[in-house]
């Protein structure tokens, strides 16, 4: 199994180009289940996850082809992928290949509406708190389907179609707002989700079913109007920068010092992670084509923060924001209020040296003066490259293992921090 080795102490200097957003890509990817004409999808990242719902669409019957690279394009170059989902061969996702990647689950609401049935095994994915199904279930029933679980695997059936309606989301969840959104267009009649999630991955998934021939309004918005229609045709889209990259990355510069333009990114996806690293010393200056992120030698104070669907703090950036805390001036309050369970990498940050006290959701984390290399184990997605940013700032070697959790979201994590001069290497046994 790979690890990755990171001598810590360089300071990071140059460019990053940012990768598509993953957790855009995925929804995208599965609403070319919803045409049978082609789906060209542009700046899609190379990750484990994108592979590996390539594998669960083709199950379906979704060819797919990955454009070759063209002049000048380098690996760091988003890739093409045209889907065509001419003929939908099975309507069963089944545990094998679900089991392995939550967003698998999400194929239910395109399977359904196109074709009136969906047989889809209960996923699996991080490791990171129970995370239920039941507000999917709930929003399909609402649209008329009929839910029923055998054997492990949800079983939506709409023989007729779905019909419009009103859904009401007691919490905000993107997966289940995704997957309303990808039943409801063609439902008949009109939709509205209330409570929807306004993460940017929502409105770039409308933004495709819209050039699709959909009839969506308010993405971006708690209330989410659809217009049903009969069909949905082909389309070109290119999938937002990573927000959830733009930020590990700016969190690894506040870290070790620098001064670094992340090619792509955004500022106007992140605007919460980078108020507050504006209020803990670090400067964030919005660019033409980026953002620069540059820390100078008098390192960070603490700040306290709580997670929240967006536009609010992600949950995504907490565990790479405390191990930014973890060497801060002061005491920080990170509270996590999406999921429980999502602290796994505080047993992991305290074997570098960091001193972190958990009470319920909420993490008190006493800056130290130094963090010292450790052996360390990466325990789900965001978890894991929290060990690599403290990693980079510890004195001496840290080994993260357990890498594959890194290769599912980061994209040439190694080169990306490389070409800035970090001193971080891959090591395949
Ligand atoms: C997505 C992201 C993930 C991110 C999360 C929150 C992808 C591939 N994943 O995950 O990276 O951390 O949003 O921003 O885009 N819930 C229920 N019942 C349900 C569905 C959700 O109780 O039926 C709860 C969850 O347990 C959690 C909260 O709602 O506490 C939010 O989860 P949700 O937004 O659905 O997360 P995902 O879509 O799985």
């Known amino acids: 199994m790979d690890r990755i080795s990171i001598t810590g102490g360089a300071k990071l200097h140059g460019s990053i180009p940012i990768s598509g957003a993953k957790n855009a890509a995925l929804p995208l990817m599965t609403a070319a289940l919803l045409t049978d004409d082609g789906v060209t999808l542009d700046n899609v990242p190379r990750l484990s996850d994108v592979t590996q719902l390539l594998r669960i669409l083709s199950n379906h019957g979704v060819d797919h082809k990955i454009a070759g690279r063209l002049a000048g394009q380098t690996t760091e170059t988003g890739q093409t992928i045209d ?101 409801a267009v063609l439902a008949d009649g009109r939709s509205v989700i209330h409570n929807a999630a306004r993460e940017p991955e929502v409105v770039d998934l409308a933004g495709l079913l819209n050039k699709m021939g959909a009839r969506i309004t308010g993405a971006g918005t708690a209330t989410i109007e659809i217009q049903g229609v009969s069909r949905l045709h082909g389309a070109r889209h290119s999938v937002l920068p990573d927000r959830i990259e733009t930020g590990t990355y700016a969190m690894a510069v506040a870290m070790t010092g620098g001064d670094v333009v992340l090619e792509n990114a955004r500022y106007d996806l992140l605007k919460s992670a980078f108020d507050v690293l504006q209020r803990i010393g670090v400067t964030v200056e919005k660019q033409e084509n980026g953002v620069r992120i540059a820390r100078n030698g008098a390192g960070v104070s603490s700040a306290d923060v709580t997670t929240q669907p967006f536009p609010g703090f992600p949950t995504d950036l907490q565990a790479q924001f405390m191990a930014l805390m973890c060497k801060a001036n002061g005491v920080s309050h990170i509270r996590e209020t999406i999921f429980e369970n999502r602290f796994m990498h505080v047993q992991e940050l305290a074997r570098l040296g960091a001193r972190i006290k958990l009470d319920g959701d909420m993490a008190v984390i006493e800056g130290v003066k130094s963090l010292t290399g450790a052996q360390v184990m990466a325990t789900d997605l965001r978890a894991s490259v929290a060990m690599v940013i403290a990693g980079l700032a510890a004195e001496g070697e840290t080994v993260v293992h357990r890498v594959y959790h890194l290769d599912r979201g980061f994209e040439a994590l190694e080169k990306k921090l490389q070409r800035c001069g970090a001193q971080v290497e891959r090591i395949s046994d």
């Open 83 to 183: 889907l065509s989902a001419r003929q939908i061969v099975d309507t069963t996702a089944p545990y094998e290949l679900v089991s392995r990647m939550r967003a698998s689950f999400w194929v239910i609401g395109p399977l359904l509406a196109r074709m009136g049935l969906a047989k889809v095994s209960l996923p699996g994915g991080c490791a990171i708190g129970t995370r239920p199904v039941d507000l999917y279930l709930q929003a399909l029933e609402r649209l008329g389907a009929s839910i029923e679980i055998e054997a492990g695997y949800v079983i939506a059936a709409a023989p007729k179609g779905l019909k419009g309606a009103e859904i009401f989301f007691p919490k905000v969840t993107v997966g289940a707002t995704h997957t309303a959104l990808m039943a």
